[in-house]
C-alpha cells in the first residue's frame, strides 16, 4: 500500500537554480556624454574629495618617476607612463563610491569614502588587483625583452640619452613601433576586464569572475562605443600627466564618477 501526498509532485529532471548572469544594455555615444556630464555634476558636488583623489594620484605619480630616475631605471620610464592610466580603476574606487552615495541621495564623509577598498576585503576585490597586476607585470617583462633586442646597443646612462635613442635613431623607431602595438593589446585586454568589473564589484556582491565576464560582453557587444570610450580615456589621461602630472587633480576624478555612471547604463540593475 502506498501513500500519496497532496499536490503535484516537482518533476525528477529540474536542476538547481541558477542565478542568471547580469543583463548587459547596448550603449550609445549618448551615454559615453551623458556619462561624461553627470561624472562632471558628481565632481562639482563634492571637489573637495573628489579632486583629493586625483592629487593623490598626481603625487603618486610624481614620486615614482623621481624614484625611477634616483634608482637609473630611466628605461621603465616610458612603459612605466603608458601604465599608469591602467591601474587608475583603483584610484577611482572611491570616486565611484561617491556617485553611488550621491545617485542615492545618501549623505557621506571623508572616512566612508577613504575607507571604501579596505571594506572590499571580504569580497573579491583583491581577485581584480591580482588580475590588473598579472597583466601589467607581462607589459613590463616583454617591454624589457624588446628593449633588450632592438636596443641592445644603446646606452642610457641618463634621461636625455634614453629619450634621444628613442625618438632620434631607426633603432629607437622600431623600437617604439613594437612596443606600441604591443601595449595596445595589452591595454586592450585589461581594458576590456575592468572597464565596468571594477565599479561592479564595488556595487553588488558577486565574484570576480562574473564581473570580468560581464565586462568582457559590454565591450563585445558594443566594440565601437566602448572603444572610444577607452580613447578618451587614454587621450585624457596622457595629457593630464604633461603639465607636471597636476592635470590628473580634475581630469581622474571626472573620468572616475563617469565610468560610474556609464556602468550604470551599460549593465542593468540587479533583480531584488
Not at 536542476?15 to 559615453?32: F, H, L, R, S, Y
Request: proline share 6%.
Amino acid at each position: 500500500m502506498t501513500s500519496e501526498t497532496a499536490g503535484p509532485k516537482p518533476p525528477n529532471n529540474l536542476a538547481p537554480q541558477q542565478p542568471g548572469m547580469p543583463k548587459v544594455n547596448k550603449v550609445t555615444a549618448e551615454d559615453i556624454t551623458a556619462s561624461l556630464k553627470a561624472g562632471f555634476s558628481d565632481f562639482l558636488a563634492r571637489p573637495v574629495i573628489s579632486g583629493f583623489f586625483g592629487l593623490f594620484y598626481a603625487v603618486f605619480g610624481i614620486l615614482f618617476v623621481w624614484c625611477l630616475v634616483w634608482l637609473g631605471k630611466i628605461w621603465m620610464i616610458i612603459p612605466a607612463a603608458i601604465a599608469f592610466p591602467l591601474v587608475a580603476p583603483f584610484a577611482c574606487a572611491g570616486l565611484y563610491e561617491m556617485s553611488r552615495r550621491l545617485q542615492k541621495e545618501e549623505s557621506f564623509g571623508w572616512s566612508d569614502i577613504l575607507t571604501v577598498m579596505a571594506n572590499q576585503r571580504k569580497r573579491e576585490m583583491g581577485w581584480m588587483a591580482f588580475v590588473t597586476l598579472f597583466v601589467l607585470w607581462i607589459w613590463f617583462y616583454q617591454f624589457r625583452i624588446v628593449l633588450v633586442i632592438v636596443l641592445q646597443d644603446s646606452s642610457f646612462s641618463d634621461l636625455d640619452g634614453f629619450f634621444n635613442t628613442v625618438l632620434f635613431t631607426t633603432e629607437g623607431w622600431t623600437f617604439l613601433a613594437i612596443g606600441t602595438c604591443s601595449g595596445a593589446v595589452l591595454s586592450a585586454v585589461l581594458f576590456t576586464v575592468t572597464v565596468v568589473a571594477m565599479p561592479m564589484l564595488l556595487d553588488r556582491d558577486i565574484d570576480f569572475v562574473t564581473a570580468i565576464l560581464t565586462s568582457v560582453r559590454v565591450v563585445t557587444e558594443n566594440p565601437m562605443v566602448m572603444l572610444s570610450w577607452a580613447a578618451i580615456i587614454t587621450a585624457t589621461m596622457l595629457l593630464s600627466l604633461v603639465p607636471a602630472f597636476m592635470g590628473l587633480i580634475f581630469t581622474l576624478p571626472i573620468l572616475g564618477h563617469a565610468t560610474w555612471h556609464l556602468y550604470q547604463r551599460a549593465v542593468s540593475p540587479a533583480e531584488e
